[in-house]
Each structure stands twice: as structure tokens, then as C-alpha cells.
């Protein structure tokens, strides 16, 4: 019955689109480039507990430009005043953007075969809008039918 359940899942993500299974953009964690990594910025992203957050240009929280993977933080010394920008320079992680039109199926294969591509940006088609985050585990979510 699992298992039936499962290939359903797997088959459904043909026809199953982005936008109905992403985070929105309201409620994405994310953090502008110009902020300070000082110790509470440090306590504070640790406790929102999320691998990879996305960065954003100062004034715009839908202009992503980068995204910042927390085990990047375990070489940084807070007392050294790096900001945010500061750290996405030094390991450049991609991110794909994709609309929110895409099916999971596609959405997968560029999680699969992107460089660092757990995390993608979804837009809206009619203005190139940011509208949310997608990840490798949404998919799989909707695979395994568990939400
Ligand atoms: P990992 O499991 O690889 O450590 P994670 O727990 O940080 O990563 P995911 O497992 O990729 O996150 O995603 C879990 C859920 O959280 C998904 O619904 C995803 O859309 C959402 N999510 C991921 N990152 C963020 C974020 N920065 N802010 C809000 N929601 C997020
Ligand atoms: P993430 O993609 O969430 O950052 P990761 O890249 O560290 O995690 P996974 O993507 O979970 O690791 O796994 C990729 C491959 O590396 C898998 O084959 C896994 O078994 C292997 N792997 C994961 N952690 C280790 C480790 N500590 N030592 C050796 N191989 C590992």
C-alpha cells in the first residue's frame, strides 16, 4: 500500500507545479547582504535552524542574490566583522531560478544535476516576480504524499 502510495507520488510529479508546493517568499528566513555576522547574528540564524538561506540586495527582499549554507559559517571568527556579502563572495553558491510553472518533475532534475542546486528561487511568468523557495525536500515530499 506504501509503496502504491509512493508511485502515485512519483507519477504525480508530472503534473504537479512548483507553486503549489514551494515556501513563500512571506515566509522564507533569509537575510540581507550588507548584515553583520557578528555572535547574535550568528545565535540568531542558528536558531532558525534552516541549511540554506537566501540573501537579498538591501531595500528588496525579492531580489535574491545569493544564498548563504550555514556549515559556511563554521570558519568565520564573529569578532571579525564579515558581513554577509563578505562570505557569499568567498563561497559563490549558485541558485537556480525557476518559475512557478515547472512541474517537480523538471524542478528534480535540476536539484539532481545542479552544482550546489538544493534550493531553487521561484518567479511568476507574467513579471518575473520572486514569489518563493523550493527545495530538494518539497519534492520529495510530494513524492512520499506526506504533507
Ligand atoms: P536540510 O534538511 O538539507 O538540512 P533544511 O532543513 O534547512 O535543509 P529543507 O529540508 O531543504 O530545509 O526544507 C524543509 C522545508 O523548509 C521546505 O518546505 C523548504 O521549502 C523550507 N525552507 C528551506 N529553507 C528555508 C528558509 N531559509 N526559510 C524558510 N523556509 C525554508
Ligand atoms: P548536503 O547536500 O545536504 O549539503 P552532503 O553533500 O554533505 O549534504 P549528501 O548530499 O547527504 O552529503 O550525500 C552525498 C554523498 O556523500 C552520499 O553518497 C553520502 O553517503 C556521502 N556522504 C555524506 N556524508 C559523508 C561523510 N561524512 N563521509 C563520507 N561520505 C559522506
Known sequence: KDE????????????RIVVDSMTKIEEVF?????????????????RAGYTRIPVFRQGDQRDICDVLITKDLA???????YTVRMLCNIYKHPIPRMSGQTT??????????????????VYRESDNETIGIITLEDVVEEILQEE
Open 75 to 81: 570558519l568565520i571568527d564573529p569578532d571579525d566583522n
Open 104 to 121: 517537480l518533475f523538471s524542478a528534480l532534475q535540476t536539484f539532481r544535476t545542479g552544482d550546489d542546486g538544493h534550493l531553487a528561487v
Open 30 to 46: 533569509m537575510l540581507p547582504e550588507t548584515a553583520m555576522l557578528n555572535q547574535t547574528a550568528i545565535a540568531n540564524i542558528a
Open 4 to 15: 502504491l502510495k509512493i508511485a502515485v507520488g512519483a507519477i504525480n510529479l508530472k503534473r
